[in-house]
């Protein structure tokens, strides 16, 4: 690309040296014609100043001289355009160097000076894309901070509370006592999670996340986590209920066991917390155009459409009203599709007034895909 650029600026610059000399040399001669003819036809002072002239410097020297000064205009004329378009691009990168990004440099004729403006228009925006995303990520650590602030002071509060109680003896009896510590031991297990949700994240988002990956068999993996589940869906008066589609036995993919359970388990957890009205949970396990799908709907509450897209964002919940000691801390969903994404799959939500359903697809493992 820069041997191309470099020729075609060679090129016109030949072209031009050329085109000048030729014009120089012809407007040169037409003035020596035209003199001529003039000095034939008036007499006197300026006939014989313009044979002194020739007497004294030659008619070569004159008509050289007289070229080269003719060169030089037309060279000027011919690059007068370019001159002028070099500086508006000068204007213009002083403009953005101080600090107007906003402003383009303007893109005109068809030259290296052409690509120079195009590529300093890149890199502006470039650069503003950039700091968009420093501003997005330090308003994001901001909110972070707040976020986890609140989320952390809640459940300690209550905590201190409590201990607060019990360390000044304001107790009736041996029975509000245990009550007081069963709750204190409560907010401090609760405490404990979003601790544990916190570090996840930002351990997941962080380049110190790495994936122990080996053969995973879905079908069996979504058996043992409904059976591990199975007192708790109880006590929560649901059922969970496993579907293995065709080949489905057979499908697996190569991912870290232990972070993609967190996945399952963060899903099953939400389908507990919010569709117990439908007092089940279905368990999909599929073979989809060479990706494996793993499917988990509840028919509980429905999630409103507005709320479907930000599902996933951090410290983000559907029910404004709930607060952080209630309900999760926002954080289940950001981890799940963040695991999710870190195996190159994905993540999906539906909802509608009959169930919600959450979809992930992971790529099969090589040899299934060799296999098809």
């Known amino acids: 690309m820069t041997s191309k650029i470099v020729w075609k600026k060679a090129g016109r610059l030949v072209g031009h040296?050329?085109?000048?000399?030729?014009?120089?040399?012809?407007?040169?001669?037409?003035?020596?014609a035209t003199l001529d003819r003039l000095t034939q036809n008036t007499g006197g002072e300026f006939r014989r100043f313009a044979r002194d002239l020739v007497n004294a410097f030659g008619s070569t020297l004159l008509t050289s001289v007289g070229s080269f000064l003719f060169f030089v205009v037309y060279m000027v004329l011919l690059n007068w355009r370019r001159f002028r378009y070099e500086q508006r691009l000068l204007d213009s990168v002083a403009h953005i160097a101080q600090g107007n990004f906003g402003h383009e440099v303007p893109v005109?004729?068809?030259?290296?000076v052409t690509l120079l403006a195009e590529n300093v228009n890149l890199l502006v925006e470039r650069l503003q894309k950039s700091l968009d995303e420093e501003r997005r990520t330090e308003r994001s650590k901001n909110e972070l901070v707040t976020n986890v602030s609140h989320d952390l002071r809640t459940p300690l509060t209550s905590i201190l509370g409590y201990l607060g109680l019990i360390d000044q003896d304001r107790y009736r009896d041996e029975v509000e006592l245990r009550q007081y510590v069963q709750i204190a031991n409560a907010k401090a297990q609760r405490l404990n999670v979003l601790i544990n949700d916190l570090f996840e994240y930002t351990r997941m988002n962080g380049a110190s996340f790495p994936l122990r990956t080996?053969?995973?068999?879905?079908?069996?993996?979504?058996?043992?986590?409904?059976?591990?589940?199975?007192?708790?869906?109880?006590?929560?008066?649901?059922e969970g209920v496993l579907s293995v589609g065709p080949n489905g036995r057979e499908v697996r993919v190569r991912a870290d066991p232990d972070k993609l359970a967190r996945v399952f388990e963060n899903l099953l957890a939400n389908a507990m917390a919010y569709g117990k009205e439908g007092k089940r949970v279905d368990v999909f396990v599929a073979e989809e155009r060479k990706e494996a799908i793993v499917e988990i709907v509840n028919y509980g509450e429905p999630i409103p459409e507005a709320d479907l897209p930000r599902l996933f964002?951090?410290?983000?919940?559907?029910?404004?009203?709930?607060?952080?000691?209630?309900?999760?801390?926002?954080?289940?969903?950001?981890?799940?599709?963040?695991?999710?994404?870190?195996?190159?799959?994905?993540?999906?939500?539906?909802?509608?007034?009959?169930?919600?359903?959450?979809?992930?697809?992971?790529?099969?493992?090589?040899?299934?895909?060799?296999?098809?």
């Open 313 to 372: 964002e951090r410290f983000y919940r559907v029910d404004k009203a709930r607060s952080a000691d209630e309900g999760g801390a926002g954080l289940g969903l950001a981890i799940a599709k963040g695991i999710v994404e870190k195996h190159g799959g994905t993540i999906e939500a539906f909802s509608d007034e009959r169930r919600t359903s959450f979809r992930i697809r992971l790529p099969l493992m090589a040899e299934e895909k060799a296999s098809e």
């Open 108 to 112: 005109a004729q068809n030259n290296e």
């Open 214 to 238: 080996t053969a995973v068999h879905l079908a069996d993996m979504m058996e043992q986590l409904l059976d591990h589940y199975r007192l708790l869906l109880q006590e929560a008066g649901m």
């Open 17 to 32: 040296i050329f085109l000048s000399v030729l014009l120089g040399f012809a407007t040169m001669v037409l003035l020596n």
